[in-house]
């Protein structure tokens, strides 16, 4: 079992910016590719961005591309999502995943660990 916590939310103006933070509680985490998905009010979940255990690959919606950075520290069982130039389309519920898959995925299914989320709120 892996537990994950992200932080990091909150209000944020348009063209703003905000870094989540999401940890894990597991000393394997290294093992684990991590992503992170967003859903909006009345959508359905989507992917954002996805990291690669050591960091070398990762992989962006293009959506976010260009605006957010995903990266992860394994010394401290922590993956980020850096935001900037923030959209109210970004404004969403962000979740942080697991997946004992070595490759880096967009499908969620492919995760098998999930935190509870943290609010990103357009304040405009």
């Known amino acids: 079992q892996v537990q994950l916590v992200e932080s990091g939310g909150g209000l944020v103006q348009a063209g703003g910016s905000l870094r989540l933070s999401c940890a894990a509680s597991?000393?394997?985490?290294?093992?684990?590719?991590m992503a992170w998905f967003r859903q909006a009010p009345g959508k359905e979940r989507e992917f954002v961005a996805a990291i690669s255990w050591r960091g070398g690959n990762t992989n962006y919606a293009d959506s976010v591309k260009g605006r957010f950075t995903i990266s992860r520290d394994n010394a401290k069982n922590t993956v980020y999502l850096q935001m900037n130039s923030l959209k109210p389309e970004d404004t969403a519920v962000y979740y942080c995943a697991a997946s004992t898959i070595v490759r880096v995925t967009t499908d969620s299914l492919k995760y098998d660990y999930w935190g509870q989320g943290t609010k990103v709120n357009d304040s405009s």
């Open positions: 597991r000393r394997t985490f290294s093992a684990y590719t």
